[in-house]
């Protein structure tokens, strides 16, 4: 795999690109790259000058002002290059909702960051309490006179099944 660093100005967005994303899922994107920076490079056809893969990234980082990228160069005719952007497309896999929920407990960031609208997180969210119901009581933990606890997603407040604010040692 090559790695290069290239101007913006190399870069040609794929013509033929079927991917989309609305004004919401871009300005969500746009919040995720100014938060964590560029982490996933762009692919790159150095035979026609498109990018073959991470065209919305594209959109984002000329925004944001970006004047060169790190991309993974690929060397490749234009019909593998549009075989090679819809593979990348389609591949995109679903959440472990019960793995996610945990995750989401243990970090405090703007949903917007994550790349969610506020509806999805809102049944994220839900989901969580609903588990948390389910998993943990009002019992104290053995050997202790404390309640079992869970973190805010949104607030990163230490609460108990019942939404009490816990005790601040916990």
């Keep these: ?6 101007k913006m100005e190399q870069l040609k967005p794929a013509p033929y690109n079927p991917r989309y994303m609305t004004d919401e899922e871009l300005q969500r994107l746009k919040e995720s790259i100014k938060t964590f ?7 790159w056809n150095k035979r026609t000058g498109h990018v073959v893969g991470g065209n919305q990234r ?8 970006y004047a060169e990228v790190d991309v993974v160069v690929v060397d490749i005719d234009e019909e593998t290059e549009k075989a090679l952007n819809i593979a990348l497309n389609k591949h995109a896999g679903h959440f472990d909702l019960d793995k996610l929920s945990e995750v989401l407990t ?4 703007d949903p ?8 999805e997180y809102k049944e994220l969210i839900t989901d969580i309490e609903e588990l948390a119901e389910e998993l943990l009581t009002d019992e104290p933990l053995e050997g202790s006179k404390k309640q079992k606890c869970i973190t805010c997603p949104v607030c990163g407040a230490k609460i108990t099944p019942k939404g009490e604010l816990c005790d601040d040692n916990l």
């Design 1 to 6: 795999m090559e790695l290069r660093r290239v």
């Design 112 to 119: 917007a960051v994550l790349g969610f609208d506020e509806a």
């Design 37 to 43: 920076g560029l982490v996933d490079p762009l692919i």
């Design 58 to 65: 594209l959109k984002v980082l000329k925004e944001l002002g």
């Design 106 to 109: 243990e970090i405090n960031f």
